[in-house]
């Protein structure tokens, strides 16, 4: 099983819909989750932390599910802009220069 | 925010022949620096950890004679692509973690012909 697993997609939705997508990890001692996005022949830039209690930005929704193992983004009233691919990214537990494990990214497409 | 600076951006060169790609931590000290390569279409796959004053950590399949890693400083990591061939084409980001957050450099698109 991978260390953090994605839905590849390609999700392609409407403009102004509503999507979400869901990663699952396998190292259930992971403390810290994060969703970047990556533009085509882009670096990955941090989108948003995943925070126990979830977290929410403008139109963007994180949450973790720990007993599950899994943590989902939400985008509510979605943009072309929003056209990207979505990396879920877990640091795992160990010393403070821990490698970040990254999933294979989730790809959205937003049409007019 | 913290700011990892990757140079060159782009660059095409001859097969058999080098490539050496820096990055730097440009307002933090990284003891260690990931280096990361993406095929089109893919994820980000991890190469190896840099790390300051020692050997590099490679994955499993990266062959550390080819992809040379030199750590040198606590603000640079070079990568060496020796011995280029056609199919090491490739974007190569390195990234470097101001803790909780992992930065990235701006990547170099390699292209070998």
């Known amino acids: 099983r991978k260390e953090v697993e994605q839905d590849p997609g390609p999700f392609n939705v409407p403009e102004g819909a509503t999507v979400a997508f869901n990663c699952t990890y396998s190292n259930s001692a992971s403390q810290s989750f994060f969703w970047y996005r990556q533009d085509c022949r882009k670096e990955p830039k941090l989108l948003m932390s995943v925070y126990s209690s979830g977290n929410e930005d403008g139109r963007f929704t994180a949450q973790l599910n720990r007993a599950s193992q899994y943590i989902s983004l939400l985008i509510r009233d979605s943009k072309l802009s929003d056209s990207a691919t979505y990396l879920c990214?877990?640091?795992?537990?160990?010393?403070?220069?821990?490698?970040?494990?990254f999933g294979s990214g989730t790809r959205l497409s937003i049409r007019p | 925010g913290a700011v990892v600076s990757q140079h060159p951006s782009r660059v095409i060169c001859k097969s058999g022949t080098s490539v050496k790609i820096e990055c730097r931590s440009l307002?933090?000290?990284?003891?260690?620096m990931f280096w990361y390569r993406q095929f089109p279409k893919q994820s980000l796959m991890l190469m190896a950890t840099?790390?300051?004053?020692?050997?590099?950590?490679?994955e499993q399949g990266v062959e550390k004679d080819k992809f040379l890693i030199n750590h040198a400083s606590l603000t640079l990591s070079t990568l060496t692509v020796t011995s280029a061939h056609p199919e090491d084409s490739s974007f190569y980001i390195c990234?470097?973690?101001?803790?909780?957050?992992?930065?990235f450099g701006q990547g170099t698109r390699l292209t070998v012909v």
């Open positions: 990214v877990v640091n795992p537990p160990g010393s403070s220069a821990s490698k970040i494990i």
């Open positions: 990234s470097a973690i101001f803790s909780p957050e992992a930065f």
């Open positions: 840099s790390n300051e004053g020692s050997k590099a950590t490679y």
């Open positions: 307002d933090f000290q990284a003891t260690t």
